[in-house]
């Protein structure tokens, strides 16, 4: 009865996402304590031998000790003392589908629907001006859908994606023509999406997790590149009919970054990231070995020495803001796991075009680490690092893809 409730909850999580951070975080919480038991219960320690695990616990061990030594222990450890759910979060996944594997189809329909779901009433709010909800849109040119003032749509359906693409791909019957045209409109309705959701950011997310995709994973390779050619078709005269879309991604993009003006003056993405990212390169300056701990951003960038002209609970940059908050140290933890993905997927890429080897069984972990990639890009801005709604993004395909390693580990 328990595994019944516990799946249920697990299938529910893309909504719990769309329903905000009380009810995402919930069910993190709930789930993070089952792993934790199962951990124990199976004692499958073969499990913590794995390179990831060991790096998150040291990590988890580091930012501990750097919160109990910064300027507000109990501040910073709020979130540094419960990060470890995210670990047990992500193995509560692992032993869900190894309890019972039809729950990944079930949790590919839940996805699927939330994912559609939203879209539309995305589209709803983009011609009314309200969603079904009769909630009105926050920015003449940025949908928002059930997110509200929350502008984070294109983030909530860019990370997803290369998610429920795959899933659709796996468990679909792609010999069929009906299927595989559901399959193209579904990427192009979700990359619709993200343009009207006015996200810059999300749309280099789609643009780049469409192109490893396409590069990497031969199942989804026809779909996307379909899929684009309608795109860029529609594009064209979304940009022709709508000239607020060619302002927002454009002509915004480049009067914020100045490089019309002057390129020695040139801003990295608006005046007002620079700033914080000035004020983090500040704080890090002041103590680069350490940081400062955890969530200490928001409290230091108030301080005449660390404020450029610009406050925020966090400097929107992963290494920025870990550098200011946990030093070098505590970033290379970071910098090891965006180099574990990016080796693994270097070497797919080397495989399958140098070597001729073509892994077809490897599509869904091949798709993982672009979700992660994605998460923990460097060159663009970001979300606050140690915040609960966001890592619910960083750790669900990170459980999906110890289901996928420890069964090959296994064999």
Known sequence: MLNIILSFLFILFP??????????????????????????????W????????????????????????????????ESSLTYIRYLFFALAVFFLIQENKKIL????????????LVCL???????FGVNILGWPQQDPVRVSSFFGKELVLGSFVSRLMPLSIIFLVIFLDTKKILNKF???????????????????????????????????????????LS??????????????????????????????????????????????HERLYSSAIKMFQYNPFFGHGPKTFRI???????????????????????????GIFGTFFIILFLLYISVNLIKKLINTYFFRKVEIN?????????????SIWPLSPSANFFASWINGFYYLPLGFYFYEKFQNDNK
């Open 121 to 127: 009433d995305s589209f709803y709010q983009y011609f």
């Open 300 to 326: 230091l960038c108030k301080e005449p020495e660390f404020n450029p002209g610009a406050c925020s609970t966090h400097p929107h940059n992963t290494y920025l803001q870990s550098l200011a908050e946990i």
């Open 227 to 272: 899929s684009i050619i309608i795109l860029i078709s529609f594009a064209i005269i979304a940009f022709t009919i709508n000239p607020n879309f060619k302002s927002r991604m454009i002509n915004e993009t480049i009067n914020q970054m100045n490089i019309s003006s002057n390129l020695q003056n040139v801003k990295v993405f608006s005046e007002h």
């Open 362 to 374: 490897d599509s869904l972990k091949i798709t993982l680490l672009i979700c992660m990639l994605i």
């Open 46 to 77: 073969f499990i913590y031998k794995d390179i990831i695990i060991k790096f998150f616990i040291f990590f988890y061990i580091y930012i501990l000790l750097r919160s109990l030594y910064s300027i507000d222990p109990f501040f910073s450890l």
């Open 105 to 116: 189809k079930y949790f590919s329909i839940s996805l699927s629907i939330v994912l559609l």
């Open 15 to 44: 909504l719990s996402l769309v329903g905000g951070v009380f009810f995402s975080n919930s069910i993190i919480s709930i789930l993070a304590l089952y792993g934790l038991y199962q951990s124990l219960k199976k004692k499958n």
């Open 182 to 224: 559901l399959i193209v409109l579904f990427i192009i309705i979700l990359a619709t999406t993200v343009f009207i959701s006015g996200e810059r950011t999300a749309l280099f997310y789609f643009i780049l997790s469409t192109v490893i995709s396409i590069i990497l994973v031969a199942k989804v390779r026809i779909f996307y």
